[in-house]
Nanobody, 118 residues
Framework: QVQLVESGGGLVQSGGSLRLSCAAS????????MGWYRQAPGKQRELVAVITSGGGTNYADSVKGRFTISRDNAKNTVSLQMNSLRPEDTAVYYC????????????WGQGTQVTVSS
């Protein structure tokens, strides 16, 4: 079993910052990509940022220059520093990790709410 536990969501004013964290635990042999998706009410889930085990990153155009993803391979954690937040960033944020346990699978966190007030 593999579990991903997120923390750090909340309510912030426009222009503010939040940091999300996610820790993977359980029967883990290896982890490759880790990242964050988000889903706003009435919208499809969208990729926010992804980071490879080697540190390569990719961001959605809407968050480039404002969000920074990082990870600690030794601890199997991934973080998302979100600056200059906008009301349109309001969503439930989900972390994910591509994990080798018995087999390679994508695992997901339970989601954490981020609300940006104008």
């Amino acid at each position: 079993q593999v579990q991903l536990v997120e923390s750090g969501g909340g309510l912030v004013q426009s222009g503010g910052s939040l940091r999300l964290s996610c820790a993977a635990s359980g029967s883990i042999s290896s982890v490759t990509n880790m990242g964050w998706y988000r889903q706003a009410p009435g919208k499809q889930r969208e990729l926010v940022a992804v980071i490879t085990s080697g540190g390569g990153t990719n961001y959605a155009d809407s968050v480039k220059g404002r969000f920074t993803i990082s990870r600690d391979n030794a601890k199997n954690t991934v973080s998302l520093q979100m600056n200059s937040l906008r009301p349109e960033d309001t969503a439930v944020y989900y972390c994910y990790a591509y994990v080798l346990s018995r087999t390679w699978l994508n695992y997901w966190g339970q989601g954490t709410q981020v609300t940006v007030s104008s």
